[in-house]
C-alpha cells in the first residue's frame, strides 16, 4: 500500500552529491514509500537537492521506520545538546 503523502520544505545546508562534490542544498523532499535500493518493503525516503542545479543536484536516503525514528531523535539529542543562541 502506498500513501501518496508526500512533504517538501526548504532547507539551507550543503549536501554530498555524486563524484564527493558538495553543493547547497535547498530543498527536501520527505515520504513513506516503497524504496529503490533499501532491502525493505516500505521506506522513510528523504532527498536533499538543489532543484535550481537540475536533476544531478541530489541526495537520496531510504530509511527503515525504526531507523528513521532513531534518526528523528539523535538530531533533537544533538540540537538540544547546544547553546541555545547556536540553534538560531
Known amino acids: 500500500m502506498c500513501?501518496?503523502?508526500t512533504?517538501?520544505?526548504d532547507i539551507d545546508g550543503s549536501?554530498?552529491?555524486p563524484g564527493?562534490?558538495?553543493?547547497h542544498a535547498?530543498?527536501?523532499?520527505?515520504?513513506?514509500?516503497?524504496p529503490v535500493h533499501a532491502m525493505a518493503e516500505h521506506t522513510l525516503n528523504i532527498d536533499l537537492a538543489?532543484?535550481?542545479a537540475g536533476p544531478s543536484q541530489r541526495v537520496a536516503?531510504?530509511?527503515?521506520?525504526?531507523?528513521?525514528r532513531r534518526l528523528v531523535a539523535a538530531i533533537e539529542g544533538a540540537l538540544a545538546s547546544a547553546?541555545?543562541?547556536?540553534?538560531l
Do not use: C, I, R
Open 20 to 23: 564527493g562534490k558538495w553543493f
Open 3 to 5: 500513501t501518496y503523502a
Open 15 to 17: 549536501a554530498k552529491g
Open 83 to 87: 547553546p541555545a543562541e547556536m540553534t
Open 61 to 68: 536516503v531510504e530509511l527503515t521506520a525504526d531507523s528513521a
Open 26 to 34: 535547498t530543498n527536501a523532499t520527505v515520504y513513506f514509500d516503497h
Open 7 to 9: 512533504l517538501q520544505t
Open 50 to 52: 538543489d532543484p535550481a
